[in-house]
Structure formats: structure tokens, C-alpha cells
């Protein structure tokens, strides 16, 4: 558990909670990041020893720094491990953080579940990121390539600040990256 979290897990309404990573998961999220490859700033194939080296040596000593660069959560839907993601590239000065999340890939097929799944999780970062930790804002980048996923971003309440244009090469042709920002302000507005 990191150690400025009061809390083991954290839990929605709907049955949806995270808890901090799990060594346990690190090779079925290997096996979920390789196949969503296009949707990640990931560039080749990740391999057991890649994927369990990055626990033990990045993750795994984030549980107890004082400032972690990440803070990484298993994903749950009603005690299935369905996915995992979390705040990264965190600036504890600016209390600022870019949220993370990826889904096992078969429950990105069906729409509905994926904005359930997506939107809850969104809703358990927040309460992290803002009441726990005390930070101002979440951030994200999107390659251009994601319509959907764009969307609920913009439901939750992420507004687009910004597009990187060409900026990442995918499958023989270069996309655009999208930045959405979300305030702690934006979410008092909502209480």
C-alpha cells in the first residue's frame, strides 16, 4: 500500500474499487499491454522478465517514497481484476497528475461496459488524487485514434486544453494527441 493513502481500497457504490498494484497482476497487465500496444506509449512487446524487473524496481519501492513519480492501482468490478492504471508523471509541488487506465481488451469491445468501467474508475481516481492526496489537478493525453474513449473523458468532466498535432506514428501515419484537464474546482462545482 503507498504510503499516503489511509486506505487499503477504495470502493464505489457500483461495486467497482482499486486497491494499490498487485505483484500478482503485473503478468496478466503484460499480457493486456501488448495487445493494446496502439493505445499506449509503448513501442515493443513487453516480456515476463521486462514486465516483473519494472515491478521490483519501479513500482514496488513507489510504496514507500516519500514522492512517488506514480502511484498504480489493480482494478476491480465486483472482485473481478478487470484492469489497472493510476496516477503518473506526478509533480507533488504542482499537485498535478496524468491519469493512466487500461482495461483487460475484452471489455473494451462492448461500449457500455467500457464507459461504466472507465467513468467509475475516473470517479475512484479523483477521490485519490483530490481528497487523499490534496492535489488540484488531473490531466490526460489521448492519441487522436480513440473517439469513444475522448468521450467519456469529456462526460466525466475532462475539457480539452489542448492538441499535439502529428505527434505519435502509428500503424504508417501520424496522429494527433489530445490533452484534457480536469481541476479539483471542477469537482467542488459538482458537490
Known amino acids: 500500500m503507498y504510503k499516503h493513502l489511509s486506505q487499503d481500497r477504495y470502493q464505489e457504490k457500483n461495486g467497482y474499487s482499486v486497491c494499490s498494484i498487485r ?25 515476463d522478465k521486462d514486465q516483473m524487473r519494472y515491478y521490483r524496481s519501479v513500482v514496488q519501492p513507489s510504496f514507500t517514497q516519500d514522492e512517488p513519480k506514480i502511484m498504480l492501482f489493480s482494478f476491480f468490478n465486483s472482485e473481478e481484476f478487470i484492469g489497472y492504471g493510476g496516477l ?9 497528475a496524468e491519469i493512466s487506465f487500461l482495461l483487460n481488451p475484452v471489455r473494451t469491445i462492448y461500449e457500455d461496459a467500457y464507459e ?21 489537478r488531473l490531466f490526460t493525453e ?3 485514434i480513440r473517439p469513444y474513449h475522448i468521450s467519456i473523458l469529456e462526460k466525466f468532466g475532462f475539457r480539452l486544453e489542448g492538441r499535439m498535432k502529428q505527434h ?14 480536469y481541476l479539483k474546482e471542477y469537482w467542488n462545482d459538482e458537490e
Open 23 to 47: 505483484e500478482q497482476d503485473m503478468l496478466l497487465i503484460k499480457e493486456w499491454r501488448n495487445a493494446q500496444m496502439d493505445v499506449l506509449r509503448q513501442n515493443r512487446l513487453l516480456t
Open 116 to 136: 461504466a468501467d472507465f467513468l467509475a474508475f475516473l470517479s475512484l481516481m479523483r477521490v485519490v488524487a483530490f481528497k487523499e492526496l490534496g492535489f488540484n
Open 168 to 181: 505519435v506514428y502509428i500503424h504508417g501515419q501520424f496522429v494527433d494527441s489530445l490533452l484534457h484537464g
Open 142 to 144: 489521448t492519441f487522436d
Open 88 to 96: 503518473t508523471n506526478i509533480d507533488w509541488i504542482s499537485g498535478r
